[in-house]
């Protein structure tokens, strides 16, 4: 197994089970299921992870791991979309426009990183649901049309600063060798 993967798992597994004796118990279900051992050595139970949906297979079978079983139900019934990296890459191609294509990959992501956080820090404030803050969201996590939201640019909460785009290009230019 990945080490990296793994790591995260335990890390995973410590967050959602504080309690000592839970963290143990929900490690032993995790090892039997990983290993097709204890609860999980059934040849059915075996069989079938490699033909029914992950969903119906927990359903099925994780009564014998009622703790893994929480985690893996939670995780298989989250609805997956791709909106939140569609967002992004709209935010970077925002930020890195024709008008500022001299800019490093490292400079824009750091603006798409400042803008994608003001974002989310803006709906902290109560004004965040009037006036032109939520015409920066762009329609925030909702699935409705975008006829009444507008652009970027008519938001207050713009990345176009003359004075900040000046300093980035000359800090650009200092560093380009001459050829």
Request: glycine share 2%; net charge negative.
């Amino acid at each position: 197994m990945d080490y990296a993967i793994n790591e995260e798992r335990k890390k995973c597994l410590r967050k959602y089970f504080p309690n000592e004796d839970e963290l143990y118990k929900v490690n032993v279900e995790y090892v039997d299921f990983a290993c097709n051992s204890g609860r999980f050595q059934e040849i059915h139970s075996i069989r079938d992870r490699y033909i029914m949906e992950p969903k119906m297979w927990w359903v099925e079978y994780s009564a014998r791991a009622p703790m893994l079983q929480k985690i893996a139900l939670k995780l298989l019934t989250q609805p997956s979309s791709s909106s939140c990296a569609e967002r992004n890459w709209s935010t970077y191609s925002f930020v890195h426009s024709a008008r500022r294509n001299r800019m490093t990959p490292k400079q824009a992501e750091d603006l798409v990183f400042i803008h994608s956080n003001l974002r989310l820090l803006s709906r902290k404030d109560p004004r965040y649901l009037e006036g032109e803050t939520k015409m920066w969201d762009i329609g925030g996590d909702t699935f409705d049309t975008f006829q009444d939201i507008g652009v970027l640019e008519v938001a207050s909460l713009s990345l176009d600063e003359p004075d900040l785009e000046s300093a980035l290009l000359s800090r650009e230019a200092d560093n380009v060798a001459p050829q």
